[in-house]
């Protein structure tokens, strides 16, 4: 990343989420994509806010351990997962000074099923304004069954899977 001119040696831009595919998944652990901002002169903010399971964070205890109801796969604890992440994106967004109306990209990764929580749960508070992807991956900590990101982008690059890029 320094090589890249990303990381200046103290703040991290990098924003990630680690996910395991339940179909097809590689065969070895691997680099999918990754996300960045960089200072520019555009007129609308850009942001990532990394993946957040349903975890509270700075507990020395293990994901596990800290899970919201871990283990629990009923329509009521996958809900509660959810709720639970759904508030940490938005405290995240608050912090950066957004909300969902600033996001153009919203994923989820779960393996339960999140139908029943699509419109009271995650359209009602405005989480799929620009939709919702929903990848069929665990989170990979066992215990964590739900996780999301977001970002506000302005421009993205994809690259061809077919050509080496460097």
Sequence with gaps: MQK???FDGSVNPVARSTVCPAI???SEPSF????FTIKGSYAEPTFVIAGSG?????????YAQRAIRSGETSLDAIREKARFVLEEMERRLSGLGFGWADTTVV???TVLDIH???????????AARSGVTWHYARPPILGLEYEMDCSGIRLETVADPGRSQH
Excluded: C, V
């Excluded at 999918?32 to 996300?35: D, E, G, M, R």
């Excluded at 029943?116 to 405005?126: N, Q, Y």
């Design 54 to 62: 349903g975890a509270p964070e700075g507990s020395a205890a293990g």
């Design 107 to 109: 994923q989820i990764y």
């Design 24 to 26: 097809n998944p590689p």
């Design 32 to 35: 999918h994509a990754f996300s």
């Design 4 to 6: 890249w001119g990303l």
């Design 116 to 126: 029943p929580l699509l419109a009271d749960e995650i359209a009602r508070r405005g």
